[in-house]
């Protein structure tokens, strides 16, 4: 089994969520510190299909999120577009790119 790929996607997610939690008060910092994240996880996975996945959960996910504020279900403090942070699509993004490689590397290694 290689654990550098499982770690690296572990590395991956945790990088997403600590610039999310240092940085979310400024939206453009947040934003180009994600979106470099994003950029060297896909460039490490070489896979269209993970490209894929990441604009399909950052598409549906942040929708997702702007039905939500709109019903009065939650919101933000600090947004940008549509009452919604811009950084949160590339957020969203990473998630599923992550999901889908961790699950891939299960299912290569036949990890149970």
Wanted: glycine fraction near 8%.
């Amino acid at each position: 089994m290689n654990t550098k790929n499982i770690l690296l996607n572990l590395g991956f997610a945790f990088a997403t969520f600590v610039v999310v939690l240092l940085f979310y008060k400024n939206i453009l910092l947040t934003a180009g510190i994600l979106a470099g994240i994003a950029i060297i996880g896909l460039v490490k996975w070489k896979s269209m299909r993970t490209l894929k996945i990441f604009i399909f959960a950052g598409i549906f996910g942040t929708l997702a999120e702007i039905v939500a504020i709109k019903i009065g279900i939650w919101d933000y403090n600090i947004t940008g577009l549509m009452s919604v942070p811009l950084w949160l699509f590339i957020v969203w993004g990473n998630a599923g790119a992550f999901i889908y490689q961790i699950a891939k590397e299960i299912k290569e290694r036949k990890i149970k």
